[in-house]
């Protein structure tokens, strides 16, 4: 291909010098890659005429083509560009995506109306350095290693329900909890729940509570007045403050992982990503107002972090 760029280059001037200059070559240079091409096609492309080269019948019937094929991978590669600068990829967990992200996210568009973000919603890690993602927001106890890492907010966890389920269900002790219907009752965040007032685990008798595989689901339910649910109140805000979910029990506990933004090396420079990183971060802070929760507390110990 070098050859080639080359040969497209010198065929365009009919000059060696020139074409050497436009591609910050010697005139050496360009003529030992001329020399490989034709070897490599067994016929001349250019004729020595005086002091200058000109083209074989063979190079002027090519050149054209070989012209028009460099445009048209000029182009490709321009929309490609066009296309990474406008579309940011974001990859991010269902509950933050479903429930915190996705309602803010039109506030980002009327900020950068020239942007178009593409959110996937997957609880799997993405590997961003093979992926079409921009960036990911990602649960993890400590910065990823390996790509820049944006500490957003903590989990706290505490128990959700929906007042008319609370009126026929009065939850005045943890004994009364652990007796009533408890939504995925096995899910690890009641063990931290209850441990963390050093209760022991949240075993025990009690009604067998519906096992779902997420937040969103448990949160639902717990809407719908099937149970209580153990949730983290962020993510639910709007719930708890049209009175669909109260909070019975005044403690909090907090998980040991924290949502990051994170996102490779190579990409901390680009607009799009340093928008999104500056108004998610604004946007974290605004919605934690005076930080009822705690969620804007780092971790302990969190380890070195990469900045912009």
Request: net charge negative; glycine share 8%.
């Amino acid at each position: 291909m070098s050859a080639v760029r080359v040969f497209e280059a010198a065929s365009r001037h009919e000059n060696f010098s020139r074409a050497a200059e436009e591609l910050a070559m010697t005139q050496a240079g360009v003529s030992y890659q001329m020399k490989l091409l034709e070897e490599r096609l067994g016929a001349p492309l250019f004729i020595r005429k005086g002091r200058s080269m000109i083209l074989t019948d063979l190079g002027r019937r090519i050149a054209p083509r070989v012209t028009d094929a460099f445009k048209a991978l000029g182009d490709a590669f321009a929309i490609a560009r066009a296309e990474s600068d406008t579309i940011l990829g974001i990859t991010a967990p269902r509950t933050l995506a479903t429930n915190w992200l996705a309602g803010r996210l039109g506030e980002f568009h009327i900020a950068h109306p020239d942007l178009a973000v593409r959110l996937d919603v997957t609880d799997q890690m993405v590997d961003l350095d093979s992926s079409e993602f921009d960036v990911a927001i990602r649960g993890l106890p400590a910065p990823a290693p390996g790509l820049i890492s944006h500490f957003l907010m903590r989990m706290p966890v505490t128990p959700l329900v929906n007042p008319s389920f609370l009126a026929n269900h009065p939850l005045e002790t943890l004994a009364d909890l652990r007796s009533t219907v408890r939504l995925s009752p096995d899910d690890d965040w009641w063990d931290l729940w209850f441990e963390s007032q050093e209760v022991g685990d949240a075993g025990g008798a009690g009604p067998t509570g519906i096992r779902f595989e997420s937040q969103v689901l448990d949160g639902h339910a717990a809407i719908a007045g099937h149970g209580v649910a153990i949730l983290s109140p962020p993510m639910f805000q709007p719930a708890i403050d049209a009175g669909l979910l109260v909070q019975p029990f005044p403690h909090v506990a907090t998980y040991g992982h924290a949502f990051w933004l994170v996102y490779p090396e190579h990409k901390r420079n680009m607009a799009k990503v340093r928008a999104l990183r500056d108004w998610l971060l604004d946007a974290v802070r605004r919605a934690a107002g005076d930080d009822p929760y705690g969620i804007l507390v780092p971790l302990p110990d969190p380890g070195p972090t990469q900045s912009p």
